[in-house]
């Protein structure tokens, strides 16, 4: 059944189990940020959904925003004193955008369905687990070309096959559009064929243009006027 959710649209794709640190100065989302301290919202959780290059949901409406987005999980809040907001969110649920209210609160409401993965393949658990150490193989690859050694780490060795492509993505600069396409990939054995084959590309074009990323630090997500 579809259900509710306060939408934060932004530049970016919020994977599941991903931290995302936020910076929140512009007034509707002061209040979205209130409102979930407050309980006015329950749950400590909003959904973050990426903005259609060259839209803007102000102007276009649900057709400025990806269909698929992730819930964020409010985790830790420290507001500023001229009322800005430093927050700590983590992924937690995908969603599908259904339709947009922009008028009943000051930030956008989303009506939602949710997202779960359907195993189309059928892949036994052993297959699975071969996917996820080529996964693991793909990532390490990576971030040894892109990162210095302090900058990146492995997730948990028992971390789910299923779970684990959004943990390889966050950790890693993939285009947007490749993030909201893994994000929307329901079968996690497609899931984890499809971050092997994005994270050996990556690095293939590192090592090619011998180009360095800019430290993950320095990404801490500013939410822009939209």
């Known amino acids: 059944m579809a259900e509710t959710l306060p939408l934060f649209p932004l530049g970016t794709v919020l994977m599941p189990g ?21 309980g006015t ?11 259609r290059e060259g839209w803007t949901p102000d102007q276009d409406g649900i057709n400025g925003l990806h269909r698929v987005g992730c819930t964020a999980m409010l985790r830790d809040v420290r507001k500023l004193p001229d009322g800005r907001f430093d927050i700590i969110t983590r992924g937690a649920r995908r969603f599908r955008l259904l339709d947009v209210d922009s008028g009943s609160r000051p930030y956008l409401i989303g009506k939602v369905a949710w997202l779960p993965d359907v195993d189309d393949d059928h892949t036994p658990t052993e297959h699975l687990h071969v996917l996820a150490r080529a996964a693991r193989a793909a990532h390490q690859h990576y971030c040894r070309t892109a990162w210095r050694n302090e900058e990146w780490r492995e997730p948990a060795g028992d971390v789910a096959p299923a779970t684990l492509p959004h943990l390889l993505a966050a950790d ?3 285009p947007m559009r490749d993030r909201q396409r893994l994000l929307e990939q329901t079968c996690p054995t497609r899931r984890l064929r499809m971050v092997r084959a994005l994270l050996s590309r990556e690095a293939g074009l590192l090592s090619e243009l011998r180009a360095v990323p800019a430290p993950l630090s320095s990404y801490l997500v500013e939410h822009s006027d939209n």
Do not use: W
Not at 23 to 35: G, N
């Open 41 to 51: 919202v329950p749950g400590k959780e909003f959904g973050v959904i990426a903005v």
């Open 172 to 174: 890693c600069l993939l």
């Open 18 to 38: 991903a931290s995302l640190p936020l910076h929140v100065f512009e007034p509707r989302y002061r209040q979205l940020t209130i409102d979930l301290v407050t």
